[in-house]
């Protein structure tokens, strides 16, 4: 009923910017909180930023002053801007959805976009 589609990875040279999108596709639904999540080769799956359903925004120390995470209606962007070569990695959009018959809230993933940062 609902699909998260990403794009806006690719290749760059360290200290380069990239922007991800990912949009929410479907009918009858409500976005409640929006996050983006990475899983670098050999490690575990991360939180890079989220936005809250209190409208809050929370990032790992790592990106910090870097990334920025933002929506506009049905559409989440992430902002990646002084890009390190340790930030390669596969990058995944997660929405918490609510959706017919009763409305209740789910959660969905993107198909996850590859991020890589060359030095």
């Known amino acids: 009923q609902v699909q998260l589609v990403e794009s806006g990875g690719g290749l760059v040279q360290a200290g380069g910017s990239l922007r991800l999108s990912c949009v929410a596709s479907?009918?009858?639904?409500?976005?409640?909180?929006v996050g983006w999540y990475r899983q670098a080769p050999g490690k575990q799956r991360e939180l890079v930023a989220e936005i809250t359903n209190g409208a809050r925004t929370n990032y790992a120390d790592s990106v910090k002053g870097r990334f920025t995470i933002s929506r506009a209606k049905n559409t989440m962007y992430l902002q990646m801007n002084s890009l390190r070569p340790e930030d390669t990695a596969v990058y995944y959009c997660?929405?918490?959805?609510?959706?017919?018959?009763?409305?209740?809230?789910?959660?969905?993933w993107g198909q996850g976009t590859q991020v890589t940062v060359s030095s």
């Open positions: 997660n929405a918490r959805i609510e959706r017919p018959p009763a409305w209740y809230e789910y959660d969905y």
């Open positions: 479907g009918s009858d639904f409500r976005i409640n909180a």
